[in-house]
């Protein structure tokens, strides 16, 4: 299930000259997930992060498919959902940090596989 127009939508996105895919997010701040996690203090959970994640990275790809192993995990700072975040997609490397100042709140890097091949 895509949590892209729920959960979250895309502000904008872009090429870097470094050749890595950029995505700008917005979260809804009023989507029901933020009233359990947590009640006066919402964060956007880590799990929601990967599948964000995972998603972006079919959209860079052209291709549907799914991580099928991530190494490397690091959360760093919480994010709540007033937050913009910037998405950053390259190869198989992810970073998540905020869209202005450059603080990274999450990184990984991911193996990602498609139904009838192996993209990364």
Known sequence: MSLQNKLYTITGERLAESGE???TLRF??????FAGHFPGHPIVPGACLI???EELTAQTT???G???AIRNLKFRQPITP???VAVKIDGNKVEIDDAALNTIYA???ASYMC???DVQ
Do not use: V
Request: charged share 15%; proline share 15%.
């Open 62 to 64: 052209g291709r549907p």
């Open 107 to 109: 990184s990984f890097t």
């Open 115 to 117: 139904p009838d091949s």
């Open 82 to 84: 007033e937050m913009p």
């Open 66 to 68: 799914a991580y099928t």
């Open 51 to 53: 599948q964000i994640a």
């Open 28 to 33: 809804n701040a009023s989507h029901p997930l």
């Open 21 to 23: 895919r950029i995505y």
